[in-house]
Each structure stands twice: as structure tokens, then as C-alpha cells.
């Protein structure tokens, strides 16, 4: 680990690492676990999986909106507002670590999803990346085990040594997720870059229409 990755320690404005919510949330954490750092990130991983529940309709256009801290507190988010809570936890942790992009198709996304989306593609799906062992690996917190369970998809493990990203094929052997595009990786959430995506992606239109919607109901 060279001087410029020592970037992925620190504080932003919306990983907020040093936050004091997270700060205390990752302390309660790991208060029983060794100072390991694998052990730490699997304990990281499992929280934000589970106590954070996936919301694919959670705002999505304000820095503040992925801000970690804000995250922790509404206990709600969708793929990469919960991968920048995960980050944060990481590097209170003084884990390395940070967020990583993809485009998935989603082969079982619900009729609701799919209409609200118009597409079963989703564009700059967000995971986290920790440097553990000498090596970064990548590890996806999106889905709790609660909605997994409801879709018949094995939630995801991490062990803290080998990749965890979404599965191939769901329990019933269905085709489930196909990972497309990779986008790389970065030490903030890239706002911009994410809603210029997807207004190419879903149309302009549309991603102005969820905007207005969530304007209007607050």
C-alpha cells in the first residue's frame, strides 16, 4: 500500500468516516472482535447487509443522499447508498477501502421494478472494495437475507478473502444476476458520473421524473 492509496482511509464529505454515528456504530461493532482486520470487514459486512434495509426507491440526486452517516440513520438504501455506509464503516475501522461500479442485468427483477426502472439493466450498481490481506477484494452488501429469503436468492457471504458479488443463478437454478460492465473503482461516490449514466441509460426524462416524484412526496 503506496502513499496515494492512503486516500482510501480517509474522510469524505460523503463517506464520512469520521462521523460520530459511524464512528460509534463501527465501534459496536467489532468491540468483541480481534484486531484481525478480515474479522473486522466480515462483521462490517453482515451489519450493513442486514440492519440496512434495501430500498430501491431511496433517493438518489443529492450528495446527502449517499452521505454514510445519513444512511446509518434512515436504516434504508439501495446498492450504492449502502456500499458508501460500508466504506465508511471500513475505513473507521482503518480498513483500506472503497466503492466499486458495475452494470448488472437483473433477469429477476419484480414487474414494479422493471416498470419503474424500464429496463432490467441497472446501470453503476454500487459495491465496496476492502484491501484485506494484501489484495482488494470486492464485497456486496445490497441485499438483506430477509429479501433474499422472499426471492428464493442465497444471500451473500463474505469470508473476507474471496470476492463476493451477486450469484449467477438463483436457488431454483433461474438465471439471476449477470454482471456486464465493470466501471471502476473510486474514493467517493462519483454523484455526477452515476446520474449522467443513467439518464443515458433510462432516458433523461425519466430520471427526472423519479426526481420530481420524490420531491413531491418529501
Known sequence: MNLKQEIYLLPTSIIDSHHKRIVEYAKSLI?????DPIEKAVKLYY???DDIWYDPYYPFYL????????????KRG??????????????????HSRVGFATVRNHLATPKLLEYIGSDLFVYHGFTEFFLEGKWVKVTPTFNKELCQKHNVEPLEFNGREDSIFHAFNMEKKQFMEY?????????VPIDTILSAWKTAYGKDRVMQWIADLERIG
Open 31 to 35: 468491540r468483541h472482535v480481534a484486531e
Open 47 to 49: 451489519a450493513v447487509r
Open 63 to 74: 450528495p446527502e443522499h449517499y452521505c454514510a452517516s445519513n444512511v446509518l440513520k434512515s
Open 78 to 95: 439501495f446498492c450504492v447508498s449502502k456500499a458508501s455506509l460500508l466504506c465508511a464503516l471500513g475505513r473507521s475501522c482503518g480498513i
Open 180 to 188: 456486464l460492465e465493470f466501471h471502476g473503482t473510486y474514493s467517493d
